[in-house]
């Protein structure tokens, strides 16, 4: 069911989160790239919980394809979720694995192992993000912008077909925002009918993201730009 879903249309109809957007209306076809730009690290959790279906809207609907998000069972939600990377400025990581081991650890849970292309990519981005340190370091001595490498590393090679970056471009220095910038413009790039969600409170350019289109979610109603 995952794959099929992720084929096809993320849409918004009558979207209203209180204090993020009211009747937000907006269509997302395979392959775009969405940035929304909301008022603080709070709003793009919620709107990032809300498009994974992890909460429900106040009111209105999130369609993916023709299924609605409040409506699905536990187990279609289940399946769904395996098809959705969050990469959260906190990371996710769970503070009692090592940083190898929470990248892996989506793989192991569902296939039982870490194949050994998965393992080349995971080295090959690793080094794309100049890291040199401990990878069985613990998530307590990583860094904000390692524990968000680590996120996005994780969802990069779980086989997610839509990834939501909820804040994690946010309250970074410069290098380190724009290298996690260009990780996810170069992902989206490379993987055909992805739906990339970029999430953000800040109004600083986010060079080399190249959305399809801009929701700014400070203004009500919303305002969307089509670049």
Known sequence: MSSAIMAASLACIDLTLE???????????????????????????????????????????????DACLAELGRSQLHQLRRAIGIVSPQGGLISNLKLWENITLPLLFHDGCVPESASRTIRSLLDAFGFTGNIWALPGHLTPFERRMAAFIRAAVSGARCLIYAGCFDNLPHRERDLLVEQAAGLHRSNAGMISLYLTATTTPLDHLEPDLHCNLRHQPAQITRT
């Open 19 to 65: 204090g993020l957007t009211t009747g937000l209306n907006l269509e997302l076809s395979p392959g775009t790239a969405a940035l929304f730009t909301a008022a603080g690290e709070q709003e793009c959790l919620l709107l990032a919980r809300t498009f994974a279906g992890e909460r429900p809207p106040d009111s209105g609907r999130i369609l993916l394809g």
